[in-house]
Structure formats: structure tokens, C-alpha cells
């Protein structure tokens, strides 16, 4: 009985090891891969020796997306299961991922951004130029863009709208005869909606009349507000003069005396003072002194009247021991 079983166990033992030796053990095979275009990914594992089956996960770079496999393997399944039957090589495919720029004007005719709109590699930087239209400027870049830098150096990594903002201009334009005045602004080019400050100054014997093209020609100071291409003048008249006005008079020292004049806005009053150890003073309506002479033997003086009413002229012996006289004289130039 024992004699039979012993030859079964023995072939059962044959049987198994050459089983074993004729691939029982699944065979060792081995695995490469590779990514396209360089750069674009990683694959993972990255290759080597494999038995059996190997799962491969495919991983995009940076403003890359993954397409699809290639080489023995195909579809754009990821991960990707690949059996280990034979040697073999697996490509993992990537894309460039694609933004795209839209470009927009504020207002549409303010001017150009080269490039226009477009279509760009995703991480790229582009350079945008703006050029202004004739009659505008550029003011600053909106939406997705901030700054007023010019030209703008923008990376690419998402969808975007730039707008370039723009501003209207005008030119103004000042005019007056230099020989009766002059006028605090010369002109230029100015932004829409500046408001421009204008004052006119007249020299003698000539008086503001008007100006023309302001926010108001009767008014001086005035303002220009610029909505639009402005030429503004200034206009001036001459003035008649009257009688000459003489007062003289000697004054104990430490004494003081005053002239008064009535005067309407835009006059001139010249004229002369003389004497030894005199201060005088000019006052206007208000009390604040335009005119400070002091200690004079022979001074002119001149004086536009911007504000009407009475004007002082107030002139003290300084020299308490001594008895001076003063002469004036003076000449109002009417319009």
C-alpha cells in the first residue's frame, strides 16, 4: 500500500517544479516613458523593472494640461494601468494650456493697444503699447490691468480683458496786447474738464475791460473751464486822466495827517510825494497798506484800484523836533 503512494507524491513533486521552472513566476519586464513636449510633465512611476501590472499617473507642469498616451499605450485615461506582458514604452502627452486676451478701449476712439486682442500661450509675458488718437492721452490700463506704465509687460495665466483709458484734451489759447497787459496763464494743452484760473494785470494808463471765450468775460479773476478747444482774451482800455489833486502842508514833528479819494474799480492813481522825515502810507478801502514809503525826499508812486472805495493817504512827521512840509500831488486816471 505505502509502495503505491510514493510514486504519486514523487510525480506530484516533478510536476510542480517544472512548472515553477517554466514561468510559474510571472517574468520581469521593463518599463520606460517619456514626456512631450520636454518640460510639459511628469510621469510617475518614471520607468524601471516591473512584473505584472504598473500604474502610471501623468502630471502637468505648470500652464500645461495632460492630452492623452502614446507609444504602446493610448486614450487619456490617468491614471493608466499598463500589464508588464513584455517590454515596454508608454509618452505622456501635454498641451500648452491657451488664454486668451481681449483688448478694450475707453472711449473707442481714444486710441490703439498693439497687439489687439489675441490668443496666447498660458505663462507667457506679452508687451502691450498703447498709442494715443490725436487729441488724447493716455490716463491709466483698467479691468485686469493696473498702472499707468507704458508700455505694460503682463503675464498670461489666465483668461483676461485690458482696457487702456484714455482722456479728451483741448488746447487753450491766450491772447492780449503786451503793451496794456499781461495775463497769468499763457496757455497749452489741458485734460477735459480742467478748470484754468485767469488773471488779468494792466499797466499804466490802461485798465481790465473784458475777456472773451471764459466761464465769465466780465470778471477778473476768471475762470476757463476746458470742454472744448478755447482762444480767450484779455481785453484792456485806456484811461483819460483828470485834474491833477496838489496838497501841501507843514507839520510839527510828531504830528500825523491824512488825504482821502474815492475811488471806482479799475483807476489808476499816480503821483508824487516830497519832503524830509516823512513816512506815508497808502491804504486801500480795507485798511491794509499797498504802499509803504518811508523817509523820502522825492518819491513817485503808482496804484491800480482793484477795490472800490475810499483810499487813504497818511502821511506823519517823524522828527519830533522839527516843523517839515510835505507837497502832493497826484493824477486819477478814469475809464
Not at 471764459?214 to 484792456?236: E, G, L, Q
Not at 497798506?289 to 522825492?298: A, C, E, G, R, Y
Not at 518819491?299 to 506823519?316: A, D, E, N, R
Request: glycine fraction near 8%; aromatic fraction near 10%.
Amino acid at each position: 500500500m505505502l509502495k503505491r503512494k510514493l510514486p504519486l507524491l514523487f510525480m506530484s513533486t516533478v510536476i510542480c517544479l517544472v512548472l515553477v521552472l517554466s514561468g510559474c513566476t510571472p517574468k520581469i519586464y521593463q518599463l520606460s516613458t517619456s514626456v512631450t513636449p520636454s518640460g510639459g510633465g511628469t510621469v510617475s512611476p518614471s520607468g524601471g523593472a516591473f512584473q505584472g501590472k504598473v500604474t502610471l499617473v501623468a502630471t502637468p507642469a505648470q500652464y500645461y494640461k495632460f492630452s492623452g498616451w502614446a507609444g504602446v499605450a493610448s486614450g487619456n485615461a490617468n491614471p493608466l494601468t499598463v500589464t508588464m506582458n513584455s517590454d515596454k514604452q508608454v509618452v505622456a502627452q501635454f498641451t500648452r494650456i491657451q488664454s486668451t486676451v481681449q483688448i478694450a478701449l475707453n472711449p473707442a476712439n481714444g486710441g490703439i493697444v498693439s497687439p489687439s486682442s489675441g490668443t496666447y500661450d498660458s505663462g507667457s509675458t506679452v508687451t502691450f503699447t498703447v498709442t494715443p488718437a490725436n487729441g488724447y492721452r493716455f490716463l491709466d490700463w483698467g479691468t485686469d490691468a493696473t498702472g499707468s506704465t507704458n508700455p505694460l509687460n503682463m503675464v498670461i495665466n489666465t483668461n483676461k480683458v485690458i482696457t487702456a483709458n484714455f482722456i479728451k484734451q483741448y488746447t487753450l489759447g491766450v491772447m492780449t496786447d503786451s503793451n496794456a497787459g499781461t495775463v497769468s496763464q499763457k496757455g497749452g494743452i489741458f485734460d477735459a474738464g480742467t478748470i484754468i484760473n485767469l488773471a488779468a494785470t494792466p499797466v499804466f494808463p490802461y485798465a481790465f475791460d473784458s475777456w472773451s471765450e471764459t466761464d465769465n468775460d466780465n470778471i477778473n479773476p476768471t475762470i476757463v473751464t476746458m470742454n472744448a478747444n478755447k482762444s480767450v482774451t484779455a481785453n484792456f482800455k485806456k484811461l483819460t486822466a483828470s485834474q491833477p489833486i496838489t496838497d501841501r502842508k507843514n507839520m510839527v514833528g510828531g504830528t500825523s495827517t491824512s488825504v482821502s479819494m474815492e475811488l471806482t474799480q479799475f483807476e489808476w492813481v499816480q503821483g508824487e510825494i516830497s519832503g524830509t522825515f516823512f513816512h506815508v502810507h497808502i491804504l486801500d478801502p480795507n485798511g491794509v497798506v499797498i504802499k509803504d514809503l518811508s523817509q523820502f525826499d522825492t518819491t513817485s508812486f503808482s496804484f491800480y484800484v482793484q477795490v472800490p472805495g475810499q483810499y487813504t493817504i497818511s502821511l506823519s512827521n517823524t522828527n519830533q523836533l522839527v516843523t517839515a512840509e510835505y507837497s502832493l500831488s497826484y493824477v486819477i486816471y478814469h475809464p
